[in-house]
């Protein structure tokens, strides 16, 4: 029996055929079953995913499996629920084995389930994907609760997976993370496609699948084309905008989008122009459906086109943002000039929107948010997988540069420079007054009124910019974002809050002044040292990336720097402060036994405090460091370009 499965095989699958792939379409659904995405592709070669099943006299099933891209494991798994927790998975991996796994509730994969009930394994490694074969069992006479009985009416999903060495094979052998997957979409039986059973059955059908791809840019420029801004990003969870697409069986162009704080709807347009007037446009939105419209001249957006040529698509919210994918029609046979031609030579430039607003009452798409739109600077073919970087919306990024630059200068210079003067400057110029008041205390007021005026205005600007409060993010990019925004909140409330005590602060010499002092000074202290973090999780560093896109990755070591530099120089002023206080105490002491003639010196001495120069001359130290360091950061946010490839 044996020997004819593998004739069958042989015959069915192609292999004396002389076919590129040993797996084809050929019988898919009359002598064995299948399943395969996208559902017009014929054989291992031009399919993403595929599989075959047909029993044999010994109550196996016969799995034969491949896909694109499948160079480190290909796998399938049974589900009961359609997801991924609580499948057995049977993956073909690079190292010529199947190994089994099983992913829990949480949807962590269990790699170490014992293998059993498989046998006849073929691993073969072809142009860089995997094509696989083995015999499992459809059941076993054991306790194994996770080891799922095929045989009989037992239906269940079928799930696809694999990694083409994004997460490599663990050390053991077995598999990891999944670069793709798909699913069905309906449950199926494994005997209904048995040999010995068709004359008996309705002719079957190939069973259709959904995809569910991750979007990231694994594979662009070589197995796909993608559209991304920031330049830097790598996936869908970190890109302000991502679109990547491949091209499919006749014509069709598959697309996947997504784009942070995108609640509302993330949409496409092809341009000829490179502006939105005459654009085509295709939002997927909040609704779990896809919308077309058109902008015209006037850059009006006129929902009014039939959405036409667009199958296979699939919606989700993940994180305040939707992901989306679709296939689109190349070309159709009509007359609507307005859905344009994605096929040959043809070219366009990319535009994409978002939104987390809300939908017309029609279901249609309104305006986007002011940062909610980006370009591509060049036009491209869909035929080719190319990468382009898109731009940046011109006044969103003067509003993001202008709040960073009014924020560092509130903070690493304004804010360190009023601070340290009424720490550390009470008592150094104690004859000299301006407009009656003492210089330091004059001086303060000038540097606090400063980084007040500036933290209230840069803040203002990035809500006019932003229109919202950032949403919380699970991936570290994004946690780091909403921690920003957090901070960069309790910071202008924090600066606020105390010239308003100052106000209403008890005279010297009344019994509260103290507490006036303590809370001050500390709130103050606070607010700055919370402000230089903000700044810090602002130019961000390595996998935190900036929040102004294209920030060199050094700035945050400028940061650091300065820090230091600050907390050296404040060192140096404390040591000189308590030398000041020794020296004042020795002096008092000796002033006792001094004759008057000697007492009038040491007043006559005394008139410039004691290091008095020296202060001075770290003040000017400090002043110097904390302005070159202002302004290298507002130079480099100020001067940052967002490149396109």
Not at 155 to 177: C, E, H, V, W
Not at 245 to 261: E, Y
Not at 405 to 425: D, P, Q
Not at 577 to 592: G, P
Request: with cysteine.
């Amino acid at each position: 029996m044996l020997i004819w499965v593998l004739l069958k095989l042989f015959l069915v699958e192609g292999i004396l055929t002389g076919a590129t792939s040993q797996l084809t379409s050929t019988g898919c659904g009359i002598t064995k079953g299948c399943f395969r995405s996208p559902t017009t592709c014929t054989s291992g070669t031009d399919c993403e995913y595929f599989v075959s099943w047909l029993s044999d006299d010994d109550g196996g099933i016969v799995f034969s499996m491949t896909g694109s891209d499948a160079s480190t494991y290909i796998a399938i798994g049974f589900s009961r629920s359609g997801v991924m927790r609580d499948s057995d998975v049977y993956a073909c991996t690079s190292n010529s084995d199947v190994v089994r796994s099983r992913n829990s509730v949480g949807n962590e994969n269990v790699p170490n389930q014992p293998l059993k009930g498989v046998t006849n394994v073929t691993v073969s490694i072809i142009d860089g994907r995997i094509e696989c074969t083995f015999t499992r069992q459809a059941s076993i006479n054991d306790n194994d609760v996770t080891y799922y009985d095929l045989s009989g009416n037992n239906k269940y999903f079928i799930i696809m997976a694999k990694s083409s060495g994004t997460f490599p094979l663990r050390q053991d052998g077995s598999i990891n993370q999944h670069d793709d997957r798909v699913y069905n979409t309906q449950l199926s039986s494994f005997e209904d496609f048995s040999e010995g059973n068709i004359p008996d059955l309705t002719t079957p059908t190939a069973v259709t699948t959904t995809h569910d791809n991750k979007i990231a840019s694994t594979g662009c420029g070589i197995t796909k084309g993608c559209f991304r801004q920031p330049e830097d990003c790598s996936s869908g969870s970190e890109c302000d905008f991502f679109l990547s697409w491949t091209s499919t069986k006749g014509g069709s162009t598959r697309f996947s989008m997504t784009g942070l704080n995108s609640a509302t709807y993330i949409a496409l347009g092809f341009s000829k122009s490179g502006k939105m007037s005459d654009s085509d446009v295709y939002a997927c939105t909040s609704n779990n459906n896809i919308v077309r419209s058109r902008n015209t001249v006037v850059n009006v957006n006129d929902p009014t086109p039939i959405l036409k040529g667009v199958s296979e698509s699939t919606i989700r919210i993940m994180n305040g943002r939707i992901e989306c994918h679709f296939t689109r029609a190349g070309s159709l046979n009509d007359d609507d000039a307005n859905y344009f031609n994605l096929t040959g030579n043809n070219t366009y430039y990319i535009i994409m929107a978002k939104s987390r607003g809300s939908l017309k009452e029609d279901g249609n798409i309104n305006q986007h948010a002011v940062d909610g739109r980006t370009q591509g600077r060049e036009l491209i073919s869909f035929q080719t997988f190319v990468e382009v970087v898109g731009e940046e919306d011109q006044l969103a990024l003067i509003l993001q540069k202008s709040h960073g630059s009014l924020m560092v200068a509130a903070w690493i210079l304004f804010a360190s420079l009023g601070i340290t003067l009424a720490r550390f400057y009470k008592n150094i110029w104690p004859n000299q007054h301006i407009c009656g008041k003492p210089v330091w205390f004059v001086m303060h007021v000038l540097f606090m009124t400063l980084t007040l005026m500036c933290t209230v205005t840069a803040f203002v600007i990035i809500f006019v910019q932003k229109r919202r409060f950032l949403e919380f993010s699970e991936d570290l990019s994004g946690l780091l974002r909403f921690l920003h925004a957090v901070l960069g909140t309790v910071v202008t409330c924090l600066v606020i809050l105390n010239p308003i005590m100052a106000v209403f602060r008890p005279h010297p010499g009344e019994p509260r002044r103290f507490i006036f002092n303590w809370a001050h000074w500390g709130v103050g202290t606070t607010a700055q040292l919370i402000g230089l973090v903000t700044i810090c999780l602002g130019v961000g560093y390595r996998s935190a990336r900036p929040l102004i896109a294209g920030l060199p990755e050094y700035l945050f070591w400028v940061v650091i720097v300065f820090l230091a530099y600050h907390f050296a120089i404040w060192l140096l002023f404390q040591v000189q402060s308590c030398m000041e206080l020794r020296q004042d105490i020795t002096e008092d002491m000796s002033q006792e036994s001094t004759s008057q003639m000697e007492t009038e010196q040491v007043e006559e001495h005394s008139r410039k405090p004691l290091g008095y120069s020296t202060m001075v001359g770290l003040l000017i130290i400090y002043f110097i460091g904390a302005l070159i360091s202002t302004g290298f950061l507002i130079f480099a946010i100020v001067t940052v370009r967002v490149s396109s490839s």
